[in-house]
């Protein structure tokens, strides 16, 4: 089966997400929706290594939710809380996201290429072999990585403006780790969190990433390699200890 086009214009997000997974069903591979508009949930829990969906629009909140394998590309911006839960696969946004981006992102790859709303990486985790990577080209607005519990979350800050600038960076914070290029003033840093400057394995670890974001993204990726890099990460391993009562 070749790549199948479907014309999303007016079509309900619940009769579009049916033909989607009836396409896959049927062992298409390759699946082109234009003129998205708004439709959520699509691709949510689809299953599929060797599928790809390339999006022409704008989709709705929930892109990708507890999706496992397949590789949804977008032209365009996109609403909420794309990769929701993911469990595997990869989401490449060519423009900005807004609030919540891979909530409780569990496995695959994130990459957007601009800016990003409030609460990014909220609650994102890891398990055994599986850790979870959100890179984001642009800036990413207040409590960036809060409850953050495993994975990686990179902000290169390439829209001249800070990566974050906002308050509540890694707030409660208690696992994974918050890379910016440059540094995050201590003000903006949230409760829980702290900042170190990276050592060189940690260094050597994360520059095979920016790469791979330079490259879908065709930026050059000298200057990002040659970068200034900070590390935001628990400052202990219980950050809201205080805040409750034992008996």
Same mark, same amino acid.
């Given at each position: 089966m070749g =790549?199948?086009?479907?014309?999303?214009?007016?079509?309900?997000?619940?009769?579009?997400?049916?033909q989607?997974?009836?396409?896959?069903?049927?062992?298409?591979? &390759?699946?082109?929706?234009?003129?998205?508009?708004?439709?959520?949930f699509?691709?949510?829990?689809?299953?599929?290594?060797?599928v790809?969906?390339?999006?022409?629009?704008?989709?709705g909140g929930?892109?990708?939710?507890?999706m496992?394998?397949?590789?949804?590309?977008?032209?365009?911006? =996109?609403?909420?809380?794309p990769?929701?839960t993911?469990?595997? +696969?990869?989401v490449?946004?060519?423009?900005? =996201?807004?609030?919540?981006? !891979?909530?409780s992102?569990?496995?695959?790859?994130?990459?957007?290429?601009?800016?990003?709303?409030y609460?990014?990486?909220?609650?994102m985790?890891?398990y055994?072999? /599986? %850790?979870p990577? #959100?890179?984001?080209?642009?800036? !990413?607005?207040?409590?960036?990585g809060e409850?953050?519990?495993?994975?990686l979350?990179?902000?290169?800050? #390439?829209?001249? !403006?800070?990566?974050?600038?906002e308050?509540?960076?890694?707030?409660?914070?208690?696992?994974?780790?918050?890379?910016? %290029? +440059? *540094?995050? &003033?201590?003000?903006?840093? +949230?409760?829980?969190?702290?900042?170190?400057p #990276?050592?060189? &394995?940690?260094?050597? *670890?994360?520059?095979?990433?920016?790469?791979?974001?330079?490259?879908?993204?065709?930026?050059?990726?000298?200057? #990002?390699? =040659?970068? *200034?890099?900070?590390?935001?990460?628990? !400052?202990?391993a219980?950050?809201?200890?205080? /805040?409750?009562t034992?008996?």
């Amino acid at each position: 089966m070749g =790549a199948v086009h479907i014309n999303a214009k007016d079509i309900h997000y619940t009769q579009l997400n049916e033909q989607i997974r009836t396409i896959v069903a049927r062992g298409g591979k &390759e699946i082109i929706l234009d003129n998205i508009l708004g439709q959520r949930f699509i691709a949510d829990g689809l299953r599929g290594e060797n599928v790809t969906i390339t999006i022409n629009g704008v989709p709705g909140g929930d892109l990708a939710m507890f999706m496992s394998g397949p590789t949804i590309i977008v032209h365009g911006n =996109a609403d909420h809380a794309p990769g929701n839960t993911m469990d595997k +696969g990869t989401v490449i946004i060519h423009g900005s =996201a807004g609030d919540a981006v !891979a909530h409780s992102m569990r496995g695959g790859r994130i990459y957007v290429r601009d800016n990003i709303g409030y609460r990014g990486g909220i609650h994102m985790k890891q398990y055994m072999g /599986k %850790r979870p990577i #959100l890179v984001v080209g642009g800036s !990413a607005q207040a409590f960036l990585g809060e409850y953050m519990a495993g994975g990686l979350l990179i902000v290169l800050g #390439l829209n001249d !403006a800070a990566p974050v600038s906002e308050r509540g960076v890694g707030s409660g914070i208690h696992g994974g780790e918050i890379i910016v %290029r +440059g *540094e995050v &003033e201590e003000k903006y840093l +949230g409760m829980g969190a702290k900042q170190q400057p #990276l050592t060189s &394995e940690q260094r050597a *670890e994360i520059l095979p990433v920016i790469e791979d974001f330079a490259r879908v993204f065709n930026i050059d990726k000298e200057p #990002l390699l =040659a970068a *200034e890099y900070s590390r935001i990460i628990p !400052a202990h391993a219980r950050p809201f200890a205080n /805040k409750y009562t034992w008996e």
